[in-house]
């Protein structure tokens, strides 16, 4: 079997890449900026409903990776026997 090696993408292609993210990243920014205003209405705290929206998030992301951790080990206990 012949396998071409992967051609890096062009300049112009990374560029095109770059901006799509960017624009995708703002826009979910947004999303989440104008879910967090519903949720506290007109006259709420937009700086403090964010500051706890990404500590509930922090939070969360702590708790699964001490799950998989957990499990890894339990998976290397088990393993072992």
């Known amino acids: 079997m012949n396998f071409k090696k992967p ?5 112009q292609q990374v ?4 901006q799509r993210w960017y624009v995708a990243m703002e826009s979910s920014h947004e ?3 104008a ?3 519903h949720k506290i ?8 409903a964010y500051r706890q929206w990404n500590a509930d998030r ?4 702590i708790r699964e990776y001490e799950e998989a951790y957990r499990r890894r080990q339990q998976r290397g206990a088990n393993n072992a026997s």
């Open 58 to 61: 922090r939070e969360r992301k």
């Open 15 to 18: 560029r095109e890449n770059m």
């Open 31 to 33: 999303m989440l900026m």
């Open 7 to 11: 051609q890096p993408p062009s300049p």
């Open 35 to 37: 879910g967090l205003r």
């Open 41 to 48: 209405g007109p006259d709420g705290d937009l700086g403090e």
